[in-house]
């Protein structure tokens, strides 16, 4: 499948439409490792504030591991401050970062509190099933980082109860 894939990463985007630029990072992703051919280009890509550059940042972690991690969390980061609607690629990819990269992440907590309050969080077609799953993605990765994740008895996350 990775022949297929990488002229995708193409300057012209191959033979792939502008939209399907997510998939093919996403398609990427999932391969993982054994898709260590396309990290060059995946670097090119990941870059900016957009939404391929969020899926191609996601992308080069599952190819590339902690290696990746510092230029994942530059394109991460400053894309979800940005637009809390790339949240659905941004948790999961932090989630999958793990307290490995804990140090490197410190820095999204402020994002991981404030990120509840947020209007538009889900994007525009959110469920309240995706947005409960983005919510315990929120609390696995407060907790990763170290953060007090216990309840109140309003049910609030400590984590969250400081933002």
Known sequence: MLPLLLPGLDEDGGPFRAHDLD???DLLGAIGPAAAAA???LREHAVGLGWTAVHYAAALWAVGGEG???AVLDVLLPAWEANVRTDRVVLPCLERMGPAVAPAARSAVPLLRA???RPG???????IDRDEELRRVCRAVLAGLGEDTAP???GTPAAWRAA
């Open 39 to 41: 990290l060059p280009r």
């Open 121 to 127: 969080r889900g994007g525009l077609f959110s469920r």
């Open 23 to 25: 998939d093919v990072a």
């Open 68 to 70: 990746e991690a510092p």
């Open 115 to 117: 990120w509840p309050a």
């Open 152 to 154: 109140d008895a309003s």
